[in-house]
């Protein structure tokens, strides 16, 4: 499987990180990791070990995917704290996928609970989701490989970032 | 967001269940382990293998004290945030004069900057003052044509005696202070200075540890000699901004006084009342929160001492040059 042989591991971490923010895969490639000062990350923790926990939870594969639970049709449970996912999580799930297909599970699909505001949203991989996928598997290697991150740019979300304050002190 | 703890009575530290319990002899007292950024520890405390297990496994810096409240040590956790690319990284910035030079050279005049300002604020109402911010102001000329970390730290070393000169006249005599003298300290000023320098430093170390920079990498001192030598380069910055201002407050509003201090051992140590009146002043002044126009946020100052940690580790990968905290209020 070609994700696999790669020389730079993608996991589902990096997915997320590289639709959201590629200064911020930069950081976290070089593992400058902020995530753990940030509040919103703990609340996070906290929602998904309050739900489901019955289930066997946080499955990591060949550590390179960590799915929060997978039920007996092959289908992948994931919980968020939020109302709606970014891009970035819709890709990290929608790799999930992607990888469990390669590996050779059948019908495989993902359910997203957002148990906070009780709804929940179903996602399949579509061929045009591989192909944004497979490109940005090679974004990422090239990423990881450069020694600097891309210049800072001000977003609005930037605000919101775990790493605001390494960006912009 | 989380608080420091500050113990100086003596009690048990005890682990029960996941909360931290201090065990008096008349009562307990809980601290919820999500509140805890560090402990400081001054009185005679007993704590056991549980209890340490706890505050490691959550990431919690513990500061000892003695008896006389020197600083004697740090419980470090082990490191979870490691970045190997960073180390590598921040050991060829030291390995390389030019560049350890650079770093050294900012971290220097930007503590000046730091000094002058506390000088010039104090020259508004005290004429003698004018001639020892010239005085500072042409030693630090000499920190741009340093060309070995000797001669720079030489610079400083001048640049901090006309400083502690200043003293005196800022804070009215009212102990004399003279000269600096540390290990052990011979008078009041003295202790108060050491007390509050200790403090900074490990304000800083408990701030470092939130970061991937290694603490015993440094630049302006030399690495890793006896102590967290990386935490020594950035108290440079702060020590003007946290300790001194809180010590010219202590002393000119009276907060402490003579008896504060023991007087058995010649008034070089503070009394258990001294240090804590000393560090309420202290850590009200880390939690002050400011404006911060880079962030267009308020932060509080021992934010500053995080981002400061950002800026270096920005600078040691290479993205932008470091800028030392030159207080502009």
């Keep these: 499987m070609e994700i696999l042989t790669n020389e730079v591991k993608i996991t589902g971490v990096k997915i997320n990180y590289f639709f959201y923010c590629k200064r911020q895969l930069w950081f976290f490639t070089h593992h400058i990791n902020m995530e753990s000062n940030s509040i919103d990350v703990e609340i996070g923790k906290e929602v998904h070990e309050e739900y489901f926990n019955r289930n066997k939870k946080e499955i990591a594969i060949d550590e390179i995917i960590a799915v929060d639970f997978v039920d007996n049709n092959g289908i992948i449970h994931e919980t968020k704290k939020g109302k709606k996912l970014d891009r970035g999580d819709k890709y990290q799930i929608l790799y999930y996928i992607y990888y469990l297909q390669n590996k050779g599970v059948k019908n495989s699909k993902a359910v997203v609970h957002f148990p906070l505001y009780n709804k929940k949203e179903e996602l399949e991989l579509q061929d045009n989701d591989i192909r944004v996928l497979k490109n940005a598997f090679k974004e990422i290697t090239e990423i990881e490989k450069s020694d600097k991150p891309i210049e800072v740019q001000k977003?609005?979300?930037?605000n919101r970032c775990s790493y605001y304050e390494l960006c912009f002190s | 967001m989380k608080r420091n703890y500050y113990i100086t009575k003596n009690c048990e530290l005890k682990r029960k269940d996941n909360t931290i319990y201090l065990e008096y002899n008349d009562g307990r007292k809980p601290i919820p382990i999500n509140d805890i950024e560090s402990i400081y520890l001054f009185g005679e405390i007993t704590l056991n293998t549980k209890?340490?297990?706890?505050?490691?496994q959550n990431g919690i810096t513990v500061h000892f004290f003695n008896y006389y409240g020197f600083y004697t040590g740090s419980l470090y956790p082990k490191e979870t945030l490691l970045s190997g690319y960073l180390i590598v990284n921040q050991v060829q910035n030291y390995l390389d004069l030019d560049k350890r030079l650079t770093i050294s050279k900012e971290l220097i005049r930007t503590a000046s900057h730091n000094i002058l300002?506390?000088?010039?604020?104090?020259?508004?109402?005290i004429d003698e003052l004018t001639d020892k911010v010239y005085r500072i102001e042409k030693e630090a000329e000499n920190i741009e044509n340093a060309k070995s970390i000797s001669e720079l730290m030489g610079c400083e070393g001048r640049i901090r005696s006309i400083y502690y000169s200043t003293f005196d006249e800022i804070m009215g005599s009212?102990?004399?202070?003279k000269t600096r003298v540390m290990n052990p300290p011979d008078n009041?000023?003295?202790?108060?200075?050491s007390f509050g320098n200790s403090l900074c430093y490990t304000a800083v170390l408990s701030e470092i540890y939130r970061t991937q920079l290694n603490p015993t990498i440094s630049y302006l001192h030399e690495p890793g000699e006896r102590r967290f030598s990386l935490a020594l380069d950035i108290s440079e910055v702060f020590k003007p901004i946290l300790t001194d201002r809180v010590l010219f407050k202590l002393v000119n509003e009276k907060i402490i006084d003579k008896n504060d201090f023991d007087e058995t051992l010649n008034f070089c140590y503070l009394k258990e009342d001294g240090r804590r009146k000393f560090?309420?002043?202290?850590?009200?002044?880390?939690?002050?929160?400011i404006n911060y126009p880079p962030l267009n946020r308020k932060v509080s100052y021992?934010?500053?001492?995080?981002?400061?940690?950002?800026?270096l580790v920005k600078h040691i990968l290479g993205i932008s040059q470091y800028?030392?905290?030159?207080?502009w209020w």
Excluded: W
Excluded at chain 2, 302 to 311: H, P
Excluded at chain 2, 323 to 327: H, I, V
């Design chain 2, 51 to 56: 209890a340490i297990n706890f505050l490691c």
């Design chain 2, 174 to 177: 009212k102990f004399e202070f």
């Design chain 2, 279 to 289: 560090i309420k002043e202290f850590d009200d002044k880390l939690a002050t929160t």
């Design chain 2, 188 to 193: 009041e000023m003295n202790a108060l200075i």
């Design chain 2, 302 to 311: 021992r934010t500053l001492i995080r981002l400061e940690c950002y800026k």
């Design chain 2, 117 to 125: 300002k506390n000088v010039k604020y104090y020259k508004k109402r």
């Design chain 1, 155 to 158: 977003m609005s979300k930037c």
């Design chain 2, 323 to 327: 800028k030392g905290l030159k207080m």
